[in-house]
């Protein structure tokens, strides 16, 4: 079974499958993948000699990383894995303090993951601006986007978490898929959104690379908090979190809703709503439905010929981008009032056994108020939806769209 803490690095090439597998027992990260680390190479024009020096570098640079991997793979064997994987899965009886104290011991036998890999990617930027001699500020232009990738990266992995609200949301690709064919943004130039985003993603990274040792931090003594069932530091350190994550969310949604605001002007509302809808769905997942409308208008769109159903389709999910743009404002509202107000990471699953006073349970009523209405309105729209179609046409875009939500867990 997974243990809390474990991570899975994609696309880091390892030099065995043993290392590989060393490396989802432990939570490492920031991490320079193989193929980032030579665009940026090639980015900078590097020679073939460079490049010679520049692939042995990264070869140090994964040894590291696999070395590191196993010394918290043992750190965590050390501090009892096995024997709280035997206690879960029952192989064992352990009572419930020994199994929260082993909790306790096998997340802090990773405690220094995070500012250990940090430091091996600083090392790996360092040595390849002085191998390639490259200017300071050029060099550090030339990575900012590949930083970005790496912080935002772990805190993306975390979006299926009740208390995520945008901590990972990349506007780079939100926008990338906004301006492909079909979306709200086809046929307008990415590069006219470029001011934007250059400027979120440099005031983002530099707040990312200055507070995320100390957020990983507060979010792994949180973890433990909540295993020690201790109310009071649970209570401080969600206020630390959220300290923490408010600038960055602050600037995302300002930035996004400056989009907005130009879309509006350049291509009329309903792109601006769309827009909006998909910003709030990265950053609050948890909000969407099990079967999307969205996936079902898509699918429509792709398998069936009959342009009549395909207008009557499009007039339906327009509606319901509406409706459920605001529907998804007011929850958002709501989680951030508790944030803003009470210091208190609330959303539709809080245990109400952990709400301790009346202005935060009626906030919480109201949450769960909500979440009833989106339901209603996506099985509402989702059967509008079904309607236009045969019964052969309905079975065949349930297995379609069962079998692409199956693929995205995977």
């Given at each position: ?9 994609v696309?880091?090439t ?11 027992m432990?939570?490492l990260?920031?991490?320079v ?9 090639e ?19 994964s040894t ?31 009572d419930?303090e ?22 091996l ?11 390639l ?7 550090a232009?030339a ?8 912080y935002?990266?772990?805190?993306r992995s ?18 990338s ?31 990312l ?8 931090s507060?979010r ?21 979190a959220?300290r ?33 809808s ?69 959303h ?16 919480y ?32 875009m ?13």
């Amino acid at each position: 079974m997974a243990i809390p803490g474990v991570a899975v690095l994609v696309g880091l090439t390892m030099a065995s499958s043993a290392a590989a597998e060393a490396f989802t027992m432990a939570d490492l990260h920031p991490l320079v993948s193989r193929t980032a680390y030579a665009q940026l190479v090639e980015q900078l024009g590097a020679d073939r000699d460079e490049r010679g020096i520049t692939d042995m570098l990264y070869a140090d640079y994964s040894t590291s990383l696999e070395q590191l991997a196993a010394n918290f793979d043992e750190a965590e064997r050390v501090a009892g894995r096995d024997q709280l994987e035997d206690g879960l899965a029952g192989r064992v009886v352990l009572d419930l303090e020994t199994l929260r104290a082993l909790r306790i011991a096998v997340r802090e036998a990773t405690a220094p993951a995070f500012a250990d890999a940090d430091h091996l990617a600083r090392v790996l930027f360092e040595d390849t601006e002085v191998i390639l001699g490259i200017d300071a500020p050029v060099f550090a232009v030339a990575i900012a986007d590949l930083q970005l990738d790496m912080y935002l990266a772990p805190r993306r992995s975390r979006e299926q978490d009740p208390t995520y609200a945008g901590d990972g949301v990349d506007l780079r690709q939100l926008i990338s898929l906004a301006t492909a064919d079909g979306a709200e943004f086809a046929g307008w130039n990415a590069e006219d959104l470029r001011p934007w985003l250059d400027g979120w993603g440099q005031a983002l990274r530099e707040r990312l690379i200055t507070d995320a040792e100390d957020e990983e931090s507060i979010r792994r003594q949180l973890a433990i908090a909540m295993i020690q069932r201790d109310a009071s530091s649970i209570g401080r350190l969600q206020r630390e979190a959220i300290r923490y994550w408010k600038p960055g969310y602050d600037l995302s949604r300002r930035t996004a809703e400056s989009i907005a605001d130009q879309a509006r002007t350049q291509l009329g509302e309903n792109a601006a709503i769309r827009w909006m809808s998909r910003y709030h769905r990265a950053c609050f997942p948890l909000l969407q439905s099990g079967t999307s409308p969205e996936d079902q208008l898509d699918w429509i769109g792709r398998r069936i010929e009959d342009s009549t159903i395909l207008t009557e389709a499009r007039t339906i999910v327009r509606e319901h981008r509406g409706k459920r743009l605001v529907l998804c404002e007011t929850a958002i509202n709501l989680m951030l009032r508790a944030r803003a107000e009470f210091g208190i990471m609330l959303h539709a699953r809080t245990r109400p056994t952990s709400i301790d006073d009346n202005t935060t349970m009626e906030l919480y009523r109201d949450l769960l108020r909500n979440s009833g209405e989106l339901a209603t309105l996506d099985r509402a729209t989702s059967d509008a939806l079904e309607r236009l179609l045969t019964k052969n046409q309905r079975l065949q875009m349930k297995a379609d769209l069962a079998a692409r939500a199956f693929g995205r867990r995977r």
